[in-house]
């Protein structure tokens, strides 16, 4: 929870002077949340500019989503005296939400705006080019629109300026492509935030019985668009209705009588809202789930059977290979997508697993897999405390796992040569093996005097002592291999030199799997979703040196990686390779990372016997004090 004491002084109060409305006649209209969400994100973005803390500019753009999707009518709540409680809105914007509700401006972002031209505003939006960079090219060069600075890159001016070489006016250049073309789309843990709350909005509309997310949030694709819903009413037009008038809602795009697409405020996505009628979600579930080709997939299978499957259900074909209609058309319809499955002669087809990458056939072999779940994980390999870059003290971070029912938990942070994280010295390393011994007596007293809280693991918790161990650009590894072999656990990763060639990049990766104190590669392929390619490897060495030396390679949970990809792992696991689903939490916030992890892992038919932390602590341990002398 953020306080007001937790900011910077400039946003715990209005700076500066209010100008107060001097035509004064009437009220001024009464904006909406979307309105109203834009101006704070205008605010962030020009405060990044002006070269702001990136914690401040993040505050108001995480308050202008809160209020573009706010359930309730925000500058009303506030001219009628009662302003919401909307997360992330602390006194300061408090403030400002109320002089833009009662008069219909706001002084501190008019003076931002006469400071800066608006376009500058879209330069920002360019992959790769900090506020800091904007301001500069714009001070001293004057451009202050993407074709100026289209212009500016592909005529080699920019390469004077500090900081700019020729290949950043590259980067530029295909940045300002790329925004041309990409639609924007959410990471998964935006897209959560964001479907727990038009479940809650769409659910409280009076004639909903029941709303469930589907589309390829139910599959959990890498990144998603759309966000779709299905809601369960008798009367749908009228829900059609009450869900264009939310005041989340910014505009509807489209509307029929029983389904309707709207954006929602803030910088929100599109949101698909179908209406079905009670007790047949089964073909609604999965027409609207998708994908796609799987659809095509069972609408085949249904033919051959002599259905015609729609979302509304199964009609007969007659013998004219049309959907019979009239009287004689009996249309089928199930409560459960199970039954539905049921009906086409095939077992219920987990949504991760929709994509046609085989799972009818081994729907029809009776060769499914068991996915792997959350809870089938004893504990997470992969984390940081703030001895390097993360947030929390180490003891924050063991106790926030030790209460997630973990057996254990490793922490990783940084090897000594990533300066820009701060990693550890051998001297810091062997620091903090006292601290987590200190803590480990400390659980392991609670446990034998039974006062160890109640989540805590029928195995007990330990934190075990690991390292995030850099490969590094030399090819050498970062700690001498007397110092590797007291760590319980060691991860490595590559995080400098990528542009090297792939003969380069590979031997550095293999060095690491052969070394036998390193137990896994962390994030693999080092790409970033959407802002960073994979490293150029020769996967096929990677994973036969990996399955050969049993060394785990990494499915990491944060949403902005999911690194290994899916067909990676799926292609590492045939070849034998082991995983591990790693949340690389930098906060005790950023477990929930295992979520995502879990969720690639199941996209890539991952059982639970290749994922070595589902293994109780005494068989993890075993596994990697194997190779030790
Ligand atoms: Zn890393
Ligand atoms: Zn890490």
């Given at each position: ?18 100008d ?14 979307g309105v109203?969400?834009q101006v ?31 359930p ?11 302003p ?7 006194r ?12 219909g ?6 003076r931002?705006l ?10 920002l939006?360019?992959?790769?080019l900090?506020?800091r ?12 629109t993407l ?9 080699g ?17 295909e ?7 990409r ?7 935006q ?10 909005q ?9 709303v ?8 959990r ?48 996505p599109?949101?698909?809202l ?26 085949a299978r ?5 259905w ?25 319809t ?5 039954q ?7 077992p ?35 984390s ?10 180490i ?11 973990h ?32 803590l ?11 006062t ?7 195995e ?15 090819g050498?590894l ?32 293999l ?5 036998p ?11 970033m979703?959407?802002?960073?390619d ?40 045939e ?16 477990f ?5 992890g879990v ?31």
């Amino acid at each position: 929870m953020t306080t007001a004491d937790d900011l910077p002084a400039d946003l715990r109060a209005d700076d500066g002077s209010d100008d107060e409305g001097d035509d004064g006649v009437g009220e001024p209209a009464l904006l909406t949340n979307g309105v109203l969400a834009q101006v704070f994100h205008d605010i962030g973005d020009l405060l990044e500019v002006k070269g702001e803390l990136v914690f401040k500019t993040v505050a108001y753009h995480r308050a202008a989503d809160a209020i573009g999707r706010s359930p309730v009518e925000v500058a009303r709540a506030y001219r009628d005296g009662h302003p919401p409680d909307i997360p992330g809105v602390g006194r300061a914007i408090s403030d400002k939400l109320a002089e833009l509700a009662t008069t219909g401006r706001l002084g501190y972002h008019e003076r931002l705006l006469a400071e800066f031209p608006p376009t500058l505003l879209d330069i920002l939006r360019v992959p790769g080019l900090g506020p800091r960079t904007v301001r500069q090219i714009y001070t001293t060069l004057g451009i202050a629109t993407l074709d100026e600075l289209r212009d500016a890159a592909a005529s080699g001016r920019l390469r004077g300026l500090r900081g700019l070489s020729a290949r950043t006016e590259q980067l530029i250049l295909e940045g300002i492509a790329g925004i041309e073309t990409r639609e924007r789309r959410l990471l998964l843990h935006q897209a959560r935030d964001i479907v727990a709350e038009v479940v809650a909005q769409v659910g409280a509309l009076e004639g909903v019985r029941r709303v469930v997310p589907a589309g390829s949030w139910r599959r959990r694709r890498e990144t998603i668009g759309d966000l779709d819903f299905l809601a369960e009413a008798d009367v749908p037009a009228d829900v059609v209705d009450r869900f264009a008038a939310l005041p989340s809602v910014a505009a509807v795009i489209n509307r029929g009588p029983a389904k309707a697409a709207v954006e929602l405020g803030g910088r929100g996505p599109q949101i698909d809202l179908m209406l079905m009628p009670s007790g047949a979600a089964g073909t609604y579930l999965m027409h609207f789930t998708g994908s796609k080709e799987h659809n095509v997939r069972l609408r085949a299978r249904a033919r051959d059977r002599g259905w015609s499957l729609s979302e509304k259900g199964f009609l007969p074909i007659g013998e004219d290979g049309q959907p019979l209609a009239g009287d004689a058309a009996e249309l089928r319809t199930f409560e459960s997508e199970a039954q539905a499955y049921e009906f086409l002669g095939l077992p219920y087809i987990e949504p991760e697993l929709r994509e046609d990458r085989g799972e009818i056939e081994a729907a029809l072999a009776g060769r499914l897999p068991r996915l792997v779940q959350l809870d089938d994980l004893r504990g997470d390999l992969h984390s940081h405390s703030d001895w390097s870059d993360g947030s929390h003290p180490i003891e924050a971070m063991a106790e926030a796992a030790r209460r997630r029912g973990h057996a254990y938990q490793v922490l990783t942070d940084h090897s000594i040569s990533l300066a820009i994280a701060r990693g550890l010295s051998p001297e810091r390393v062997e620091e903090q093996r006292a601290v987590i011994a200190g803590l480990n007596r400390r659980f392991a007293a609670e446990e034998d005097a039974g006062t160890a809280p109640p989540e805590t693991s029928p195995e007990g918790f330990r934190l075990l002592h690991g390292c995030e161990l850099e490969i590094r650009a030399d090819g050498r590894l970062d700690y001498e291999d007397e110092l590797l072999a007291t760590f319980d656990l060691v991860v490595a990763s590559l995080h400098v030199g990528r542009r090297q060639t792939r003969a380069e990049l590979t031997a550095r990766t293999l060095t690491a799997i052969r070394n036998p104190h390193v137990d896994v590669i962390a994030h693999p392929s080092g790409r970033m979703i959407g802002t960073r390619d994979d490293l150029d490897l020769d996967w096929d060495a990677v994973y036969a040196e990996a399955a050969r030396t049993g060394t785990v390679l990494e499915m990491n949970g944060s949403p902005h990686r999911l690194d290994l990809a899916v067909e990676r792992a799926r292609h590492a696991i045939e070849v034998g390779c082991l995983v591990s689903i790693d949340s690389d939490a930098h906060r005790t916030a950023e477990f929930d990372h295992l979520e995502w992890g879990v969720s690639q892992a199941r996209r890539a038919w991952v059982e639970p016997p290749v994922v070595l932390n589902t293994r109780s602590r005494a068989d993890l341990l075993a596994y990697v004090r194997r190779q030790d002398p």
